[in-house]
């Protein structure tokens, strides 16, 4: 499965109240939109400890024919009705976090910090777009450790930026395969059209995520406003759900250009995570997950024909019971092209 999903990678609600006409449009539905994003997450200008790195490479694509995203969306379309609106999207990632103690000068840090740990995961989505709603069903595998390549990433970029040289890699927790399946509802609550093509939206979602790697549910909520606000769904964050180039596309099309800010807070429900509870069979450092952690997040997002950026910030609650330093902070920033 993980060949057959980086050869695709590498291949390839209320209704609206509406108060203005829309804006000049360039992409039809029909016009089949794909989409290449590389996303990398890092807690630049304020630490180098805990979550300190995420990448990830995104495919996104019209369609439900991979052979990888195939059961789920038979599972999706067993609970999510479609109709003649409905738009169905695939998508297939690459990408790679890393986690280390709140101090990396230490070569023994104490038993009581965060362990140093990596992932490396390939995962396969498929997703329900309707006007006002999206319905995600992932499936990521991997592996924990260092097979992960997490300790080698690190170290060579900052060898390259000349920066202190991580010493705790020795104390990561041990090799092991990870499994996460993800589900996630998304629903446009409220969207008001303005006049000089600014709108405004509220979005909510609720999903879960389900494997060996991380047990959690999570709830999000933000308000987001500017010019030829897109119908899409997803703040910019490295999420295992991979919705985050999903957007409805409506039957006048999407403007060539967009610009809106986004703000909104989210609670996750932690059960368990291999990161902070270490190896499920073997002997790791270990620690105790916090069971709730709070987010707050704004951002931007900006288009112009096939290029978009966007960039995010969140700040976090403590993530484990002896965690030392909160809250945490950390930017998402994103590069995406549309063909």
């Known amino acids: 499965m993980s060949i057959i999903l980086l050869a695709h990678l590498l291949a390839a609600a209320p209704n609206s109240i509406a108060l203005a006409a829309p804006a000049t449009s360039v992409s039809k539905p029909e016009d089949s939109p794909q989409s290449i994003s590389f996303y990398i997450e890092n807690d630049i200008f304020y630490s180098d400890r805990y979550y300190t790195n995420g990448i990830k490479l995104l495919y996104t694509g019209r369609g439900d024919d991979f052979y990888t995203s195939k059961i789920q969306f038979a599972l999706l379309r067993m609970f999510v009705p479609e109709d003649e609106a409905s738009q169905a999207y695939q998508s297939a990632s690459l990408g790679q976090n890393m986690y280390v103690s709140s101090s990396i000068s230490e070569s023994n840090p104490p038993l009581w910090d965060r362990p140093y740990a990596g992932w490396l995961y390939l995962s396969g989505g498929a997703h329900i777009a309707k006007k006002n709603s999206l319905d995600s069903l992932s499936i990521t595998m991997g592996i924990v450790g260092p097979l992960s390549f997490a300790e080698q990433t690190q170290k060579t970029y900052h060898s ?3 920066a202190e040289t991580p010493m705790g890699w020795d104390t990561q927790i041990n090799n092991e395969f ?6 996630s509802h998304i629903q446009r609550l409220l969207r008001f059209d303005f006049s000089n093509n600014t709108s405004a939206d509220v979005l909510a979602s609720i999903g879960g995520d389900l494997g060996n ?3 959690q549910g999570t709830a999000r909520a933000f308000l987001r406003f500017g010019y030829n606000l897109p119908y899409d769904f997803s703040p910019t964050r490295i999420d ?9 596309i409506p039957p006048s099309g999407t403007a060539d250009w967009h610009c809106f800010f986004y703000a909104g807070g989210a609670f996750r429900f932690v ?3 291999i990161t902070l509870n270490g190896n499920t069979f073997k002997r790791s450092r270990a620690l105790t997950p916090e069971w709730m952690v709070y987010e707050l997040m704004a951002g931007v997002s900006t288009r112009y024909g096939p290029i978009q950026l966007d960039l995010n910030w969140t700040l976090q609650t403590a993530e484990f019971t002896t ?5 945490f902070m950390f930017w998402t920033l994103s590069a995406t092209v549309f063909f």
Not at 178 to 183: E, N, P
Not at 323 to 327: E, I, K, N, T
């Open 160 to 162: 390259i930026i000349d």
């Open 178 to 183: 990870g499994f996460i399946a993800s589900y």
């Open 213 to 215: 790697v991380l047990i």
């Open 240 to 248: 295992y759900d991979s919705s985050n180039d999903v957007q409805w």
């Open 271 to 273: 059960g368990q995570n």
């Open 323 to 327: 965690q030392a330093y909160q809250p």
